[in-house]
């Protein structure tokens, strides 16, 4: 992944340069042309592991903030064996290190604003260049990319196998981002929202069980800063008018899974894995007893 985080980083360069030209980034098609061919690894079965080609997945995660899309990715790269990059982890860390650089962050962060792409792509860079240097394969990214212009810098310096684009009720999507609370002694998180909703032209009706923390957690919960309803609506709202056009991006170059949530975890989870033909451990496990 040498070649990615370099042409990342040259691509924010470049278009740092041509911000004031009002044109394109500049992307390394030679680069694209050199990655070769992708192989969906949806088609090759043996729990997508490996590919034809021999390596391993290359993995993008769509989906509204709130949807659950790091829960599925982190499930998915356990099972794949490769790094879950979530860049809503990245901008945490970077929070988290004192200093200007972090207060800035906080103040987009806390107004439910999208970080720019100039600071993602720093950040994803990094990180990229880090598992390299322990000789990391494959990945799947969870919050990137998040913007056209993300997504042309991607495309640019390697292939993306597929895009899987999560999908939930929006009414289901905002009572949970509502309910999502954190323990401000032990960082567990949790939530306290009872979805229960009718099914919408005749399908079927959807339960999503709170997430309750254990007693000595209840009396330390806390809300996180940004999951007020206000933030939360102006999130889904930024959400929209930027990544939609990322899944039509992908859409157009048949690269795009929709997959609409039917429920909680122990509900969708096997039907995912059934979506993107890898093998369900958990079935295997209980047909081999
Ligand atoms: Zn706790």
Not at 119 to 134: C, W
Not at 164 to 178: D, F, G, T, V
Not at 230 to 253: A, G, I
Request: with cysteine; glycine share 10%; aromatic share 4%.
């Amino acid at each position: 992944m040498a070649g990615i985080s370099r042409a990342i980083r040259a691509c924010a360069a470049a278009s740092r340069r041509t911000l004031a030209a009002a044109s394109g980034a500049a992307l390394p098609k030679e680069e694209a042309a050199a990655a070769g061919a992708g192989v969906r690894a949806a088609a090759t079965g043996r729990r997508g592991r490996d590919q034809e080609d021999g390596r391993r997945v290359q993995w993008v995660f769509l989906g509204c903030p709130g949807v659950g899309k790091g829960t599925y990715a982190s499930r998915l790269s356990q099972l794949l064996g490769v790094p879950h990059i979530a860049t809503g982890d990245l901008v945490r860390d970077a929070l988290a290190t004192p200093g200007p650089f972090s207060k800035k962050l906080a103040e987009i962060v806390n107004h439910g604003k999208l970080v720019s792409d100039e600071i993602i792509i720093n950040l994803l860079s990094r990180r990229l260049e880090e598992g390299e240097e322990k000789g990391e394969l494959g990945f799947i990214l969870d919050g990137f990319p998040r913007t056209i212009r993300q997504a042309e810098i991607l495309e640019g310096v390697t292939d993306i196998d597929l895009v899987i684009n999560l999908k939930l009720r929006e009414e289901a999507l905002l009572a949970k981002c509502l309910g999502r609370r954190m323990c401000s002694q032990c960082g567990g998180n949790f939530n306290v929202a009872s979805i229960d909703i009718e099914g919408e032209n005749g399908g079927a009706r959807m339960y999503m069980p709170p997430l309750l923390p254990p007693p000595q957690c209840e009396s330390k919960l806390i809300t996180r800063a940004d999951d007020t309803e206000e933030v939360v609506k102006e999130r889904l709202r930024v959400y929209h008018d930027l990544t939609e056009p990322v899944e039509e991006f992908y859409r157009t170059r048949g690269k795009l899974l929709e997959f609409n949530l039917p429920g909680g975890i122990p509900e969708s989870w096997p039907k995912l894995l059934q979506a993107l033909n890898i093998e369900d451990p958990d079935n295997k496990r209980s047909a081999a007893a």
